[in-house]
């Protein structure tokens, strides 16, 4: 045995998680997306300093304190704003995004749009489970229309936003779908979306027995795509639009280069700035 | 014209060049401005722009001077119209009187605006257009540098100079060109009384710089260590953004054009988590959507700066025109009992100053530091002198790796307030910064405990540090009994008139507050000692400025107060008037 090996043994998905016990209802499908985010981290080897897990606010952005690594959790829908500064100033780490229905595509919409189309190497996953939980049941925009609640009386009569068709309307660069009964098939989406270079977009169906007892019944309908990922935006396109939102896999892969300008590579000196403004 | 040639010549003289957008009168102006440095001379250039992007009216207000320039005039000497359009907004804005020369376009002399043609000022008309057309090339804005130059007595080679260094780029036959047209200007004006002639400026003008307020705070920003920066474009901010840009990337930082202020102020604090000194500006509308996250800033104890060039509000208001009525929303803006910084440039140099101490008080100190810069600073140019460097460099107190068994807590309740700030990618110190109350750990708690011990350990790293004697800029006369106590750009024209009073007559002395919060309240006490006479001095509708001392400095007293709302500027005579004789509404 090396002292390589005595000194770096190798990491499991324990060593990612952290002490601190989750808020989580029993039964909800954030504890497996979890533990999909630390079975991922552990098949990178990835050393816990350098992953940093940005969040906004809601059940699933509780999850940043639950990683053993760095975390942010920040203000509601402004996650990838947050992540996107952090990764380009610091392009050296692994920046995962966690987000979820109401955060990402209601109050964060339109920088989820944006995200895309800078294409900064990021990993966003958002549990979408087609509810605000944290508020206690309200429609979000991926709710359907006849869902009756408190706030929607008979349903808000709305159709619901199509996360995926928008991701690759907007630019992201991979595109997969997972469900959050299935850990190991989603911790391997999760790796595969940090491999891919640019902006990636993982959509995990996370039921919330709590408010969307309905969802229990997702482990029957959720089916592993038929067809294998495209890096062609059109068959993509027809793919994610006719789909029934509950294919899972890897979806789209598109070959954009990232968003990195260059850190750290001076070629003048704060002097040099201050010539031009001598007389 | 033999009178004129007698007339001495002044210490300080200001110029108006008017035209629609495009005829060059803001080049011009800055032509004038760098030639006026060639000569010795200093200056200042404002500039005020009608509603319209492109093609509306612009004017380029300049004043030079023998000493160094921080306030608008009283009264201009010499307006020139290239054209008229609709210079009759701009009549607030320059001041003439019956020694002023207006010289205006003779192929519009029945387009004279209403407040010239009513006026006593002396007046002469030019076809700027027909004497550009004579010449290949020529252009009207170069045949009314030509005039000025004469008119004022501004050297001719240092005109020259300026001219041909501005014009450089657009190739020898522009250069040609525009020289023969600033030899026309001077030709027509051979015979031509001057309003006033400059004094000679000083020989050695060498290290002297040419440079705006928003220039100023990028470099100050650049110089304290920022190599980060996210930001949406916003009037009158926008300068300080593409002045960035391109000199981030040659330092090895970098800027990133945000989707909107909601994304650039979370932008910068991801930057700044990441341990990278970072900044955003914007202007009201734009701090107004970022208040919510400068909010996760004090809470989650990132440093972070936020430079806002004030324009009128509420809402959209007046863009590109500069109002001091930010200070609330700066102050008081925040969700909670949230410590924050909050710094004014006084002057354009200042702008560098205060942005390089905000960014290294934000790193100190590890929480959000707004710099108040307004747009008669930010898009105002100078020629100043050299700023003195500063020992002022982002430094933040870091943590190292925990000896083994040890844990690392991010917001342990340490005397000081300012615990250790882990940087991602040391080993053993992962946390998770929070927006939500938390334990030392970072852990998300509601527990009153851990509230207070949280809230006071922020409120201890602002309110104990130590800022030194740049809470505030003083000047006047020290032993006067009558005080003006101001901030922000109103500073500029207190400092000339007090430069300016009369010997013999009432003599004051002024103090301008640099730092707003944490209030320096005891500084101010003590400095106000001996202070009979008390003149608060503001640019805003509602008393912002005395409604602050009032409740964070223990102001009691009467006042007299100067407050008047933007766009017009505070100028020199307006203090005067006060000290002299009182405010007279």
Redesign the interface.
């Known amino acids: 045995m090396s002292m390589d090996t005595v000194c770096k043994p190798e990491l499991v998905a324990r060593d990612y998680k952290s002490d ?1 016990k989750p808020v989580w209802c029993p039964g909800c499908g954030d504890y497996s997306v979890l533990s999909s985010i630390t079975k991922a981290l552990a098949e990178l080897q990835l ?4 992953v ?3 969040s906004g606010i809601g059940c699933s952005s ?1 999850i ?2 639950y990683v ?8 509601h ?2 996650s ?11 392009p ?2 692994t920046v995962l995004v966690a987000s979820g229905d109401g955060d990402g595509f209601s109050i964060g919409g ?2 989820f ?2 995200a895309a189309r800078r294409n900064v190497d990021l990993t966003y996953i958002v549990m979408d489970n087609r509810v605000y939980g944290m508020t206690k049941g309200q429609p979000s925009p991926t709710t359907e229309p006849d869902w009756d609640s408190a706030l929607a009386p008979g349903g808000t009569g709305i159709s619901p936003f199509r996360p995926l068709v928008i991701a690759l309307a907007a630019g992201a660069n991979f595109i997969a779908r997972g469900f959050a009964g299935d850990p190991n098939g989603t911790a391997k989406l999760i790796t595969e979306a940090i491999r891919h270079p640019g902006f990636s977009f993982v959509e995990l169906l996370s039921p919330c027995i709590t408010f969307r007892p309905d969802q229990k019944n997702w482990k029957t309908q959720v089916h592993d795509a038929v067809v294998d990922p495209t890096d062609d935006m059109g068959r993509a396109a027809r793919r994610l639009m006719t789909d029934d939102g509950f294919n899972t896999g890897v979806l789209f892969t598109g070959e954009r280069a990232p968003y990195q ?10 002097s ?3 010539e031009r ?3 | 014209m033999i009178e004129s040639e007698q007339k001495p010549a002044v210490q300080s003289l200001s110029v108006v060049l008017t035209g629609s957008g495009g005829s060059g009168v803001i080049t011009a102006g800055t032509i004038l401005l ?1 030639a006026a ?2 000569a010795g001379w200093y200056g200042l250039m404002t500039r005020s722009v009608g509603p319209q992007i492109r093609g509306g009216e612009a004017a380029a207000l300049i004043r030079l001077s023998t000493t160094p320039v921080s306030a608008q005039p009283d009264r201009h000497d010499l307006l020139i119209a290239l054209d008229w359009l609709n210079v009759q907004r701009f009549a607030d804005e320059m001041p003439l009187d019956q020694h002023s020369l207006v010289i205006g376009n003779s192929a519009q002399s029945d387009d004279v605006p209403e407040f010239i043609a009513s006026s006593h000022v002396r007046r002469y008309d030019l076809d700027f257009k027909f004497m550009a057309k004579a010449i290949d090339g020529g252009r009207p804005n170069m045949i009314a540098l030509g005039c000025v130059g004469k008119l004022i007595g501004l050297p001719d080679a240092a005109l020259d100079a300026a001219v041909e260094q501005s014009i450089a780029k657009r190739g020898p036959d522009a250069v040609a060109a525009s020289a023969a047209g600033v030899a026309a200007g001077r030709k027509a004006m051979t015979d031509m009384p001057t309003p006033a002639t400059l004094a000679p400026g000083t020989a050695d ?7 705006s307020g928003n ?1 100023a705070a990028g ?1 100050g920003a ?2 304290g260590g920022v ?2 920066v ?1 930001a949406y474009p916003i009037t009158p901010a926008t300068e300080i953004l593409e002045w960035m840009a391109p ?1 981030l ?6 800027l ?1 054009q ?3 202020e ?15 000194p ?1 900044l955003t500006a914007t202007s009201g509308p734009g701090l107004a959507l970022m208040t ?2 400068i ?2 800033a004090v809470a ?1 104890e990132v440093p972070i700066v936020v430079v806002d060039v004030m324009r009128g509000g509420p809402s959209t208001g007046i863009p590109a025109k500069s109002e001091q009525s930010d200070l609330n929303m700066a102050i008081n803006g925040l969700p909670g009992d949230a410590p924050h910084i909050v710094v004014a440039p006084n002057s354009i140099s200042d702008c560098l100053f205060t942005t390089q101490w905000a960014v290294h008080l934000a790193e100190a100190i590890q929480t959000p530091a707004l710099v108040l810069s307004d747009q008669s600073l930010g898009q105002a140019k100078a ?1 100043i002198e ?1 700023p003195a460097d500063l020992a002022f460099m982002a430094r933040r107190l870091t943590a190292e790796t925990p000896e083994a068994g040890a844990r690392y807590n991010r917001y342990a309740d340490v005397a000081s307030g300012i615990s250790p700030m ?1 940087v ?13 109350e938390h334990s030392p750990r ?3 708690s509601s527990q009153a405990g851990d509230h207070l011990v949280q809230l006071e350990k922020r409120h201890r790293k602002t309110a104990d540090f130590d800022y030194g004697d740049h809470w505030a800029d003083s000047g006047g006369d020290g032993d006067s009994d009558t005080v003006i106590l101001t901030w922000g750009s109103c500073t500029g024209a207190v400092r000339e008139a007090l430069a300016q009073l009369d010997e013999g007559a009432r003599s004051a002395r002024y103090i301008s507050l640099r730092l707003l919060m944490p209030a320096p309240k005891e500084q101010l006490i003590a400095a106000l000692e001996g202070a009979e006479r008390l003149i608060v001095v503001e640019q805003t509708h509602s008393g912002q400025f005395l409604s602050y001392l009032r409740a964070h400095t223990g102001l009691t007293r009467d006042v007299e107060h100067w407050c008047h709302p933007g766009p017009l500027p505070l100028r020199p005579g307006d203090i005067r008037q006060l000290i002299l004789e009182g405010e007279s509404s």
């Open positions: 601190i050393p816990p300093e350098d940093a897990v940005i509780r940043p304190a053993d690594c760095y975390g942010f959790h920040g203000v829908g402004r990838l704003p947050l992540a996107t500064g952090l990764k380009v100033a610091r050296d780490l339109n920088h749009m944006h300008p260059p850190v750290g590579q001076a070629t003048a000196t704060v040099d700035l201050e403004f001598a007389l | 760098e440095a060639k003008a060498d290290g002297r710089w040419l440079i220039e470099m650049v110089r190599r980060f996210a000199a990337a040659k330092v090895g930082g970098n990133v945000a989707e909107d909601l994304a650039s102020i979370n932008m910068t604090i991801g930057g700044s988590f990441g341990g990278t970072s919510e996250a909010g996760l989650s020629v050299r882990a991602p990618g040391t080993p053993g110190c992962a946390y998770t910064a929070d927006g939500l970072g852990t998300p």
